[in-house]
């Protein structure tokens, strides 16, 4: 989903609220029938349930509410890596097309900050972080990359759509970032016992696969259009995604995203890595904002008290988001951040590296990668002569 293709609202009522929550609750499969369906069962609420279903079924079409599929590339044999490179911006389109020769990456934009490079993130496959390492030091030596710095992806944040800031009568969304200090300050959490635990995983075949890369195209996507792209029928397809997708834990959920302001008041997507003074204090800033509308992802970093942020607010609100985490680190909640802006005219995701899913496993071609990089360099190196 590209964040630039959405849509907006221009207002929303409590009607809408309601059925987007059902919504939230069954996923997408079940589509907006079973949610009005839901939600006639539900004797407390009193709504013009027709004018509701084509209302909502608009604002899909018109891709003002999204959906986005939260997948869990460990569990078929993935591990997730962010990495932060600092470049130089004269180096920006090689070191651009350079890291796109490795085709375990996965998303990556320009961040603009007081560092300037990009966030990335890579899926490798298990056995390969040695080789996936050198890859990153090669950037460097070749002079690609000033430095980089590497973050373990822990667990996503499952966000909840919720309208606690929104302001129904004036039809916009509120900030109130002194009092989500104080909440954070009060929140009571139950920390996780801190062994490793290792987790299964399941070897996916090749239909999973191709039902994964049509989820990741268009999360909304039906089986039946599902079973037509891929040609495969309708029971088989059902089949993979109830048993092997959704039970094995590989689709882990399906995230509502609305954009509540008008996007001509965006600057673009924030990104923030921040580290908390313990771990407590990481797990009472996630349960105080999963249900807050400005975060639009959220993922812990495995193996430490970091978290990594994506935020979308409007232009007024980028410093007082800055103040909010200066005064997180004064009231010792954070020991300190790396914050800035993401440009979303130099964005590219998708979810996992199918192409490199070769007779029944996960290949990791290092030498022709480290091979195709020097080649890069060389050919870049002679346009500039």
């Known amino acids: 989903m590209k964040y630039k293709d959405i849509g907006e609202f221009n207002r929303i009522d409590f009607n809408d609220y309601l059925i ?12 907006l029938l079973r949610a009005v369906k839901l939600m006639q069962e539900d004797k407390t609420l009193k709504l013009n349930y027709g004018r509701s279903y084509y209302r909502v ?20 044999g993935l591990e997730g890596i962010i990495v932060f490179f600092e470049v130089n911006p004269k180096h920006a389109n090689i070191f651009e097309k350079a890291i796109s020769l490795n085709k375990t990456l996965v998303y990556y934009a320009r961040f603009y900050g007081s560092v300037n490079g990009y966030i990335t993130q890579f899926t490798v496959p298990f056995g390969y972080r040695q080789k996936f390492r050198e890859f990153l030091d090669a950037l460097v030596i070749l002079g ?3 430095n980089y710095k590497m973050y373990d992806v822990g667990n996503y944040v499952k966000t909840e759509f919720n309208l606690d800031w929104y302001d129904f ?3 916009k969304p509120v900030y109130k970032w002194q009092e989500l200090i104080h909440e954070i300050k009060n929140t009571n959490v139950k920390i996780e016992d801190e062994r490793i635990i290792v987790k299964d995983f399941y070897d996916p075949d090749e239909v999973d696969l191709k039902i994964l890369k049509e989820i990741d195209d268009n999360p909304v996507i039906s089986l039946t259009d599902i079973s037509k792209k891929i040609v495969i029928s309708i029971p ?3 089949y993979h995604y109830d048993k092997h997708l959704i039970q094995n834990g590989i689709i882990k959920s399906f995230l509502i995203k609305v954009v509540l302001f008008k996007k001509k008041e965006l600057i673009s997507l924030h ?3 921040i580290d908390f003074t313990t771990k407590e204090n990481r797990e009472k800033f996630i349960h105080a904002i999963k249900n807050k509308h400005f975060v639009w992802q959220a993922t812990s970093i495995a193996n430490s008290n970091s978290l990594a942020l994506t935020i979308h607010i409007p232009y007024y609100e980028y410093m007082n988001f800055n103040r909010f985490l200066w005064d997180l680190v004064k009231e010792g909640l954070v020991e300190n951040f790396l914050f800035g802006t993401i440009d979303i005219d130099h964005i590219q995701s998708k979810i996992i590296p199918y192409e490199l899913f070769v007779d029944g496993k996960w290949i990791y071609p290092h030498n022709e990668i480290i091979k195709s990089l020097q080649e890069l360099v060389i050919t870049e190196s002679l346009k500039s002569q």
Do not use: H, M, S, T
Not at 20 to 31: A, D, Q, S, W
Not at 61 to 74: E, L, V
């Open 144 to 146: 690609l990359a000033k």
């Open 20 to 31: 987007i929550k059902y919504l939230e609750k069954i996923g997408p499969r079940e589509g």
């Open 169 to 171: 009568q004036n039809n």
């Open 57 to 76: 079924k608009k604002l899909i079409q018109q891709k003002i509410i999204n959906f986005d599929a939260k997948i869990d590339p460990f569990r078929i």
């Open 236 to 238: 088989l397809v059902k």
């Open 271 to 273: 990104y923030a890595i």
